[in-house]
């Protein structure tokens, strides 16, 4: 427990020290040149879409009013069973075109490819169901710009995005080869033509928690290994690369469901391997706003799988692990992810059952179980509410003092009931790896938009 606090004050405070050299600068100023083309690099904006006909049009509308000189959109409708696919047709006036596509990355048999009449720049490719990673890959042999952006169906951009995550691989004369930003919840937010136009928290206590989670892990822990050039995740709603790395990289894996963080890592294994001075970025600026489970089965089937993905990711390139020609990587982010964020579950859900038995069975030092306990939750409580508190002291993204009070308090409970629940459903990911389980898990889509 001294170990884990102590790993994560470090990084709390590297993050507090880097948001606040950017408290005063002005954004707008900040990104203003790059509004020009001359400045900047084109993207091709890859989207996999899935069973997504509740949320694709206000999706594909928010990424067609972005404010970045030159893109292309590239739907990839993966063998959807509901009307993904119609719905695109008929709401862009999509028809069909001959294209010849090189396949420099596997993936499954594309049925057909569609452009917007009215709206050059976006395409719709039609393909034999194979998964996210699949689709992803289809989207990238098809891609025309040398830059691409891996983003989710259900995912609502701010307008300015990509000249926020574009500026440290422009400014970096391309040694910077990936670049992310962060994810935001757009539960209870209103949104109108694909654009936030009231930020806002859902009712809904998984909701609120999740918020509580995502700022947690965006501001303070990836900007922290993101400094140290030790970022071994990128989110997959949201995130740019260099296609040519990518392709390199042999393109997205097919077979694992953690495709996201596995291209990362393959990612920095490469370049290490090779001896090359590129790096992986985090901005802290939000850049992307994505629906969150409301519902307790949904929520449990995405973390069981996010675990079993960290597994796969990890044991792939498990040469990696304390293996002093990967430096930093190998010595501080891999024992980090296996001995924390892997086994991590395993470590407490052993805590819990055992301070139960021992209750029945005796042998339990009340006075000290009681102010381990609270320790557990204040320092887990801390964490959270310090998360809240730098969104609010620098990005300012929730206007309503009442939207701030309501997660400070959330926070304070994270640890008597979410955190427990969670602990729950990651270590439910390992018992589905040694049932060698692949399902995805379904998931439900409200929609965002309104």
Same mark, same amino acid.
């Given at each position: 427990m001294v170990l884990v606090i102590?790993?994560?004050?470090?990084?709390?405070?590297?993050s507090m020290i880097h948001l606040r050299k950017e408290y005063n600068l002005d954004t707008d100023l900040a990104y203003e040149e790059f509004s020009d083309e001359n400045f900047t690099k084109p993207v091709s904006i890859i989207v996999p879409a899935y069973n997504e006909e509740a949320g694709i049009i206000p999706s594909v509308r928010s990424l067609l009013s972005i404010d970045y000189p030159l893109f292309e959109v590239i739907v990839v409708n993966d063998g959807s069973k509901d009307d993904t696919l119609e719905k695109m047709l008929q709401h862009y006036e999509m028809k069909k075109i001959d294209r010849v596509v090189r396949q420099q990355a596997p993936s499954n048999e594309v049925l057909g490819i569609y452009q917007s009449a009215s709206l050059p720049h976006l395409f719709l490719i039609d393909k034999v169901n194979g998964g996210k990673a699949d689709a992803l890959n289809a989207g990238?042999?098809?891609?025309?710009?040398?830059?691409?952006?891996?983003?989710?169906?259900?995912?609502?951009?701010?307008?300015?995005?990509?000249?926020?995550?574009?500026?440290?691989?422009?400014q970096s004369g391309e040694e910077v080869i990936a670049s992310g930003g962060?994810?935001?919840?757009?539960?209870?937010?209103?949104?109108?033509n694909g654009n936030i136009k009231k930020i806002g928290i859902s009712s809904n206590p998984l909701a609120i928690m999740q918020i509580i989670e995502y700022l947690r892990a965006f501001l303070m822990g990836r900007i922290g290994l993101s400094r140290h050039n030790l970022l071994l995740i990128i989110s997959g709603a949201f995130g740019v690369f260099s296609k040519r790395w990518v392709l390199e990289a042999g393109g997205y894996k097919k077979n694992?469901?953690?495709?996201?963080? $596995?291209?990362?890592?393959?990612?920095?294994r490469m370049i290490r391997e090779r001896g090359l001075k590129k790096k992986i970025v985090y901005i802290p600026d939000p850049v992307c706003w994505t629906e969150v489970p409301e519902e307790m089965k949904y929520l449990r089937r995405q973390r069981s799988r996010w675990h079993r993905g960290l597994f796969e990711s990890l044991w792939t390139h498990r040469k990696l692990t304390l293996n002093p020609k990967y430096g930093s990587i190998g010595f501080i982010s891999f024992p980090y992810f296996w001995i924390v964020e892997f086994l991590g579950?395993?470590? $407490?859900?052993?805590?819990?059952l055992f301070m139960i038995l021992s209750l029945f069975f005796g042998g339990v030092y009340i006075e000290i179980a009681i102010l381990l306990f609270l320790l557990s939750c204040l320092y887990g409580s801390i964490f959270s509410m310090a998360s809240v508190l730098l969104e609010e002291w620098s990005l300012r993204k929730y206007p309503r003092v009442a939207d701030i009070l309501k997660l400070f308090l959330y926070s304070l409970t994270e640890s008597l009931w979410y955190r427990p629940l969670t602990v729950f459903w990651r270590f439910e990911g390992i018992i589905q790896l040694l049932k060698r389980d692949e399902s995805w898990g379904e998931m439900k889509r409200k929609g965002v938009s309104q």
């Open positions: 102590g790993f994560y004050s470090i990084i709390l405070l590297i990238l042999n098809f891609s025309s710009y040398p830059y691409f952006c891996s983003l989710d169906g259900d995912s609502i951009l701010e307008r300015d995005a990509f000249r926020k995550v574009m500026k440290p691989i422009i962060s994810i935001r919840i757009a539960n209870g937010c209103v949104i109108e694992t469901v953690g495709e996201d963080m $596995e291209l990362v890592v393959r990612l920095h579950p395993i470590v $407490e859900l052993s805590g819990y």
